[in-house]
């Protein structure tokens, strides 16, 4: 399915390599999702360096948003590691080889995944994050953000009956964690740390960094199905 690809791109940080597969984006997006063809051409129309500052806003201010599905299911527990060595060990049965900077959970690497595998695979694998993908979604229309249409899409191609709106009561009930002031109190709470040759070892890149920026304090967010998915 070229099309998870595509969507993985553009949920990627802007850059260059965006840029120039510009064109086959929207040729992609017209034979495959029409619904993303006004995305796609607004992305692709603004200035790089304006697409990454928004895109830092919105997927790297606070954790509900995160791009790393298991922050949403096991956010820092002990359960996150071994979930994290199954996917790793998944990706190596299909041939996908990732260096020791890339975490398996990242939802952009995930979907290039799936877009190696039968369009059946590809839909069990969407399937199984499709509450992950309905909040995330859900989350980014709340805060007028466009990419919320590619989350919608990504179900679409599930087969699933979540949407972004599905989860609308839910997120109305959570306190936003990309405020000022919720930003300022999990700075608070990190611990600095002070450790020698921290670029050296893969140990202490991405996963480390990324648990040392956030509290855990700060608890995974799930999708509430007790209402039957109503608005």
Do not use: N
Request: glycine share 6%; charged share 30%.
């Amino acid at each position: 399915m070229r099309i998870l690809k595509a969507v993985a791109l553009l949920l990627e940080y802007p850059d260059e390599a965006l840029w120039d597969s510009g064109d086959e984006l929207i040729e992609l997006a017209q034979q495959d999702a029409p619904e993303l063809l006004p995305f796609t051409r607004a992305l692709l129309s603004g200035r790089l360096l304006d697409r990454q500052a928004e895109w830092g806003e919105i997927f790297e201010r606070g954790r509900a948003t995160s791009l790393l599905l298991f922050e949403h299911v096991h956010a820092e527990s002990r359960d996150r590691g071994q979930a994290m060595v199954d996917l790793m060990a998944q990706y190596e049965r299909a041939g996908l080889a990732l260096d020791c900077r890339e975490l398996p959970d990242y939802l952009p690497l995930y979907l290039e995944y799936l877009s190696t595998r039968s369009p059946e695979e590809a839909r069990q694998g969407l399937r199984d994050v499709a509450p992950i993908l309905a909040l995330l979604g859900g989350r980014l229309k709340q805060r007028e953000a466009p990419w919320h249409i590619l989350f919608d899409t990504l179900l679409r191609f599930a087969g699933s009956s979540l949407t972004s709106d599905s989860v609308t009561k839910q997120i109305a009930k959570e306190a936003r964690d990309d405020t000022p002031k919720a930003l300022d109190a999990v700075w608070e709470e990190e611990q600095v740390k002070f450790i020698e040759d921290s670029g050296a070892s893969c140990s202490s890149s991405p996963l480390q960094q990324h648990q040392r920026r956030f509290s855990q304090k700060v608890v995974a967010q799930y999708l509430d199905l007790s209402a039957g998915g109503q608005k």
